[in-house]
């Protein structure tokens, strides 16, 4: 799969071109348009078309595209996966990857960082390209040997798993979740590599969704 982007960093696109008979998932509701030909797999109760749901996309015998995009304005940042270092990704800024991409719910850092609980973060690894949805523009932040960052998860899009991280509490008087980030922040010290969004989605769902709106 190869992954060419276009209005960027306000208003994303990305068009995964697939090969013959190669596939790839995405959120259904990403979806703006393929190639003619690409069989659509929607795989959910009811066929709903709700950003949850996840679906394949495989292209022909002469291959195809399938063009994606985010709900919220923003970035698609396109992150190459080596099959040797994985990567932390904040959950529901995953947008499209190949099978040859896969989430590891039982990796060892989480231990230390969440306990017991599901965070607010999954580990990915393997091989090829794990299109990204940031909220905003995205911000690459290169830590150097014990260089040191603290991060509201709010902002957060994704950390290679080589970086040194410290969850805690931003004050006993509010409440704190590990499955959201709400009343956390984030320490990081380097070598490592940082994706930070520059809007809060939280934040603008809020707004979007306030007084005044019709909803």
């Given at each position: 799969?190869q992954?060419?982007?276009?209005?960027?960093?306000?208003?994303?696109?990305?068009?995964?071109?697939?090969?013959?008979?190669?596939?790839?998932?995405?959120?259904?509701?990403?979806?703006?348009?393929?190639?003619?030909?690409?069989?659509?797999d929607?795989?959910?109760?009811?066929?709903?078309?709700?950003?949850?749901?996840?679906?394949?996309?495989?292209?022909?015998?002469?291959?195809?595209?399938?063009?994606?995009?985010?709900a919220?304005?923003?970035?698609?940042?396109?992150?190459?996966?080596?099959g040797?270092?994985?990567?932390?990704?904040?959950?529901?800024?995953?947008?499209?990857?190949?099978?040859?991409?896969?989430?590891?719910?039982?990796?060892?850092?989480?231990?230390?960082?969440?306990g017991?609980?599901?965070?607010?973060?999954?580990?990915v690894?393997?091989?090829?390209?794990?299109?990204?949805?940031?909220?905003?523009?995205?911000?690459?932040?290169?830590?150097e040997?014990?260089?040191?960052?603290?991060?509201?998860?709010?902002?957060?899009?994704?950390?290679?798993?080589?970086?040194?991280?410290?969850?805690?509490?931003?004050s006993?008087s509010?409440?704190?979740?590990?499955?959201?980030?709400e009343?956390?922040?984030?320490?990081?010290?380097g070598?490592?590599?940082?994706l930070?969004?520059?809007?809060?989605?939280?934040a603008?769902?809020?707004?979007?969704?306030?007084?005044?709106?019709?909803?």
């Amino acid at each position: 799969m190869q992954v060419r982007t276009r209005h960027t960093p306000a208003f994303g696109v990305a068009r995964l071109k697939l090969a013959p008979g190669e596939a790839v998932q995405a959120d259904y509701a990403s979806m703006i348009a393929t190639s003619y030909g690409v069989v659509v797999d929607v795989r959910a109760r009811g066929g709903s078309r709700s950003r949850s749901v996840r679906a394949v996309f495989t292209a022909p015998a002469e291959g195809g595209w399938v063009d994606v995009a985010p709900a919220l304005p923003g970035d698609v940042y396109p992150l190459e996966l080596d099959g040797v270092n994985g990567w932390c990704v904040t959950r529901g800024c995953w947008l499209a990857a190949p099978a040859t991409v896969r989430t590891d719910p039982q990796w060892a850092g989480f231990r230390n960082l969440f306990g017991a609980e599901p965070g607010f973060v999954e580990h990915v690894s393997g091989v090829g390209t794990l299109v990204l949805s940031a909220c905003g523009t995205l911000d690459v932040v290169t830590l150097e040997q014990g260089e040191l960052i603290t991060v509201d998860p709010a902002y957060l899009l994704a950390y290679s798993e080589m970086t040194q991280s410290r969850l805690r509490a931003v004050s006993q008087s509010i409440a704190q979740s590990v499955r959201t980030g709400e009343g956390l922040l984030l320490d990081f010290a380097g070598p490592g590599q940082l994706l930070i969004q520059t809007r809060n989605a939280r934040a603008m769902l809020a707004q979007l969704g306030g007084p005044g709106n019709g909803r």
